[in-house]
């Protein structure tokens, strides 16, 4: 065991009460009595947790000290690359790679009564309120790139006003403002109704894809994360995109990038997973955290080669890191590693 004050922990440490807070708390939670890998993670409240591979899930009801085979938690939440996001005890999910769509009620998984029509498949879920949802899409035939519900995910329904073309990312902060941006990186926004969107005129610095991530701090503000660009950008609907950050140091290296996330008390986290051979190129993990809405940041290897996760080298999920209960965050590296990152200072 890793003595108080020196990083990184290895699997199954547990952090010192003088390092248990803030930027510099990290606690070791391997996933165990688990067969198969775990692609993603869905909280549904302070101590219970779904983590799920696309095929099966595993479940814990003791904050991850144990986990058992699901039988009935997620029979539906299945496919190559699952998109979700939770808001309290109650989560939407849709499989990547169609426009199969499930919600979670707090109890039971289900199918959507109604699956967004026409569409090819879903790249970006938001769930701001315990009843209101949006996705960005693929749209295939459908008329906008832009679907929302009104009932936490049984019915989906095309926006009336909004982008005639796919959306990557989309995220609201309430239910009724939000910011998308399109495939041409066209930055759209919702202010005072999810039903109608307007094109700012203004641009992403590159257009997003699937493998991005995108954070709205209100109905003109937002932070977005590139893989295929490597960089960070905050950027709003009256002058555009302005990058903030490159992963200069990883531009040799294969890496792929969690989604980003903003907790209760403003900060905003993302990680980078560097999937090298372990010998040549170390497997790493690089924890990026922003106090200041993205304009700067600071990082930490919260890995340093110790673990060997199977290599994860598709955009399988954007479920990898994310709030569980106040200011404590869960966050899946590679695929059976499990941490719980601390900022609520307990």
Excluded: C
């Amino acid at each position: 065991m890793a003595t108080e004050g020196n990083y990184p922990k290895s699997d199954g440490d547990v952090a010192f009460a003088s390092e248990y807070n803030l930027f510099e708390a990290d606690r070791w939670n391997t996933l165990n009595n688990t067969t198969t890998p775990i692609l993603g993670i869905l909280p549904h409240s302070a101590t219970s947790w779904t983590g799920y591979n696309g095929t099966s899930s595993v479940i814990t009801t003791d904050t991850g000290a144990s986990w058992v085979a699901s039988t009935g938690d997620n029979a539906d939440m299945t496919g190559a690359g699952t998109v979700s996001k939770a808001d309290g005890t109650k989560a939407i999910v849709a499989d990547h790679d169609s426009a199969n769509v499930s919600f979670y009620n707090g109890t039971t998984w289900a199918s959507s009564s109604t699956d967004p029509a026409a569409i090819t498949e879903v790249f970006d879920i938001t769930f701001p309120t315990a009843t209101v949802a949006a996705m960005g899409v693929d749209k295939g035939a459908a008329g906008k790139g832009i679907f929302k519900s009104s009932n936490a995910g049984d019915a989906w329904s095309e926006v009336t006003t909004g982008p005639a073309v796919d959306v990557p990312v989309i995220d609201m902060i309430d239910a009724d403002t939000g910011i998308a941006i399109d495939n041409a990186g066209n930055i759209w926004s919702a202010d005072g109704d999810i039903d109608v969107w307007s094109d700012s005129g203004q641009n992403a610095v590159v257009s997003p894809t699937q493998k991005s991530s995108m954070v709205a701090l209100s109905s003109t503000n937002y932070v977005l994360i590139n893989l295929n660009q490597n960089f960070v950008e905050t950027g709003n609907t009256t002058s555009g995109g302005t990058i903030r950050l490159h992963f200069a140091e990883m531009a040799d290296a294969d890496f792929t990038l969690s989604n980003l996330v903003k907790i209760t008390n403003g900060n905003l986290y993302f990680m980078v997973y560097v999937f090298g051979d372990g010998a040549t190129v170390p497997r790493n993990t690089y924890l990026y955290r922003s106090t200041d809405n993205g304009v700067n940041w600071s990082t930490k290897n919260i890995m340093n080669g110790l673990s060997t996760p199977t290599i994860i080298t598709t955009n399988v999920t954007k479920a990898t890191i994310v709030e569980y209960t106040t200011n404590k965050m869960l966050a899946l590296v590679g695929d059976q590693t499990l941490m719980i990152i601390d900022e609520s200072g307990a």
